[in-house]
């Protein structure tokens, strides 16, 4: 059964980085064609894709947060983590990860963890 | 590659079958998934490759385009299909479209 499960710190302040860990079973990211994606939802808006991390550490980011962006793993974990830097009310979102295999579609999701920006 | 949905807002019967639109900016070959979110609940993919259903999805839903034109039809509308519907295309990166809201006349 694959499950996945988004944490992070709730609230944090402008010019902050926001930490966020994806915590999942049923599947291993040192699998062949395994993948784990972020996605966040601003409350009542659309779907915005952050970024993917691939069982052989390649990494793709949403071209227009690029820089602000940092995805990794731990393997041995069965985590992913996405870093976003110096945030502003903008990034306040639901933050949901989940599963790819092979193509970047994402057929299991986590619950999403709700992050807000204020000051 | 910007992905444009539509109606936004969709209003049909308990029986109906029901056409969603989504149109890429650009060539997206058959690389297009389609997403079905309820309220308060995280997504759940649908279609990929424009027309391959996914498993454990029922066979009401049925994908088809290739291009720039897709379009996700549900042949006869159920009261639990009411949710916002998304299209994903990953030719290029990840786009999704804005979604389009399905609710009952």
């Known amino acids: 059964q694959v499950t996945l499960k988004e944490s992070g710190p709730g609230i944090l302040q402008p010019s902050q980085t926001l930490s966020l860990t994806c915590t999942f079973s049923g599947f291993s990211l040192s699998t062949y064609g395994m993948g784990v994606g972020w996605i966040r939802q601003p409350s009542g808006k659309g779907l915005e894709w952050l970024a993917n991390?691939?069982?052989?550490?390649?990494?793709y980011y949403n071209p227009s947060l690029k820089n602000r962006l940092t995805i990794s793993k731990d393997t041995s974990n069965n985590q992913a983590f996405l870093k976003i830097t110096n945030v502003d009310t903008a990034d306040t979102a639901t933050y949901y990860c989940a599963r790819s295999i092979v193509l970047p579609t994402l057929d299991y999701w986590g619950q999403g963890v709700m992050v807000t920006v204020s000051s | 590659i910007q992905m444009t949905q539509s109606p936004s807002l969709l209003s049909a019967s308990v029986g109906d079958r029901v056409t969603l639109s989504c149109k890429a900016g650009?060539?997206?070959?058959?690389?297009l998934a389609w997403y079905q979110q309820k309220l308060g609940e995280a997504p759940k993919l649908l279609i990929y490759n424009a027309n391959s259903l996914q498993t454990g999805i029922p066979s009401r839903f049925s994908g088809s385009g290739s291009g720039t034109d897709f379009t996700l039809t549900i042949s006869s509308l159920q009261p639990e299909d009411v949710a916002t519907y998304f299209c994903?295309?990953?030719?290029?990166?990840?786009?999704f479209g804005a979604g389009t809201k399905l609710e009952l006349k």
């Open positions: 994903q295309q990953y030719n290029s990166w990840n786009t």
């Open positions: 650009q060539n997206i070959n058959n690389y």
């Open positions: 991390i691939w069982w052989d550490d390649d990494k």
